[in-house]
Structures are given as C-alpha cells and as structure tokens.
Nanobody, 121 residues
Framework: QVQLVESGGGLVQPGGSLRLSCAAS????????MGWFRQAPGKQRELVAA???????NYAASVKGRFTISRDNVKNTVYLQMNSLKPEDTAVYFC???????????????WGQGTQVTVSS
C-alpha cells in the first residue's frame, strides 16, 4: 500500500508564496504521474498541475505562470511552488500519485489527505 503525506499549506497574504510537498512511502514498485488537485468550498475538485515520470508538466490555465510543479524521483516526492497567490487560490489541495505497489499490482491512483491553503489579507 502506498501512503501520501502532504505538507506546506497555510495562511498567506495575496501576492505571497507557498510550497507544498507530498511524499510517497510504503510499498512502492513504481510511480508514474504525480499531480495536485484542489477543491474550494462548494466547488468540484479540479486539476491544478501534473507531471509525468519523464518530467513533462501541464497546468490549469488559472495557475499557469504562477505555479510550478516538480518532482524528486529518488525521494518519491512531488512539489508545488505557488507564487503570486490570489484569494481565488484558496482551497484544500490534494496530492494525487499514480503507481504500482508491487510488480503485479494494477496501476492505481492514490490520494493524499489534503492540506488547506488560504489566501487572505
């Protein structure tokens, strides 16, 4: 079983920055795509950014140019650097990782527990 532990959320003023981290641990045979989703109150969960095992990244239009996703394949960790934060970025951010627990396991997507990001003055 793969466990995901997120960190780095908090309260920040508009224009500020935060860096989220998500570390995968447990029984891990391979990790493929890694990404971040967010869910604001009363809204559906949406993709913020994703990065492939080869390092190709894609972003939601609303965060392009402000957020940067990266990964450390040795540490099985994905990061989200968030700059120029806006109040509309306020949400619970969830890490999502695709991978296999063992050689024979089916590909599975795992979710982190979520971390709150609040952008407010």
């Amino acid at each position: 079983q793969v466990q995901l532990v997120e960190s780095g959320g908090g309260l920040v003023q508009p224009g500020g920055s935060l860096r989220l981290s998500c570390a995968a641990s447990g029984s891990i045979f391979s990790i493929d795509d890694m990404g971040w989703f967010r869910q604001a109150p009363g809204k559906q969960r949406e993709l913020v950014a994703a990065i492939s095992s080869g390092g190709s990244a894609n972003y939601a239009a609303s965060v392009k140019g402000r957020f940067t996703i990266s990964r450390d394949n040795v540490k099985n960790t994905v990061y989200l650097q968030m700059n120029s934060l806006k109040p509309e970025d306020t949400a619970v951010y969830f890490c999502n990782v695709g991978g296999k627990a063992t050689r024979f396991s089916p590909p599975t997507y795992y979710w982190g527990q979520g971390t709150q990001v609040t952008v407010s003055s």
